[in-house]
């Protein structure tokens, strides 16, 4: 099966500078590549995707990069806020039967320092 | 505009008696999906409904059950909860394209 893998587990930024999570996918097969942002006590949001045709998508401070030779992506976020803190996950799906078959990483706690 | 919507938000048990979670969407979609999250871990897959079609994830336990009465609602049962299924058990939906949608979830807490 599918298995993704994420880093960092924990990554600690000032306001304002950058921050990147990376993740690694291993089935060939999977082909959508959403990024979910989660906050405490809250359920996963949607917050960009990216499909297997498209090397690069963008969404004001938010661009994912995928790299299917490598079976590499990632989620870059500019001019970082106070309210990017949360645990963000990765995921590698693909269609299968009628529905979505995901995978997640095992997430990346950011945190925003003011 | 809430999309989809679970009740409770929060939910206390105690251990062996039944409880249900509930699941609602107003997006009309085909597809309904019951994750468990544990603290600090990724989502987990319990099982899906394609339409009325339930589809189980090979390693989820017999004690999980579940409904789908129409295309609007989705049932959680678990028939005898144990400490270790403590949790945050996530509703989410999807239809002809890949985007799923998860409701804001309900955290169990066993006694």
């Known amino acids: 099966g599918e298995n993704v893998e994420q880093h960092p587990s924990t990554l600690s930024v000032q306001e304002g500078d950058s921050a990147v999570i990376k993740c690694t996918y291993s089935?060939?097969?999977?082909?959508?590549f959403p990024w979910y942002k989660q906050e405490l006590g809250k359920g996963p949001q949607l917050i960009i995707d990216?499909?297997?045709?498209?090397g690069e998508k963008k969404d004001q401070r938010i661009a994912v990069t995928l790299n299917k030779t490598a079976k590499h992506f990632s989620l870059h976020i500019t001019e970082t806020q106070p309210e990017d803190s949360a645990v963000y996950f990765c995921?590698?799906?693909?269609?299968?039967?009628?529905?979505?078959?995901?995978?997640f990483g095992t997430g990346t706690k950011l945190q925003v320092i003011p | 505009d809430a999309m989809v919507i679970q009740n409770p938000r929060y939910q206390v048990t105690q251990f062996g008696k039944p409880v249900t979670l509930s699941c609602s969407q107003t997006?009309?979609?085909?597809?309904m999906y019951w994750y468990q999250q544990k603290s600090s871990q990724a989502p987990k897959l319990l099982f899906h409904y394609y339409d009325k079609d339930f589809n189980n994830e090979a390693d989820t336990p017999d004690n999980f059950q579940s409904r789908r009465p129409n295309t609007s609602f989705c049932f959680l049962d678990i028939r005898s909860p144990g400490l270790g299924d403590a949790a945050m058990y996530l509703c989410?939906?999807?239809?002809?394209?890949?985007?799923?949608?998860f409701g804001p979830g309900t955290r169990l807490t066993v006694t």
């Open positions: 997006l009309n979609h085909n597809v």
């Open positions: 989410a939906t999807s239809s002809q394209g890949p985007e799923q949608y």
């Open positions: 995921a590698a799906s693909f269609h299968s039967g009628g529905y979505q078959k995901v995978t």
């Open positions: 089935d060939s097969a999977s082909n959508y």
């Open positions: 990216i499909r297997s045709n498209v």
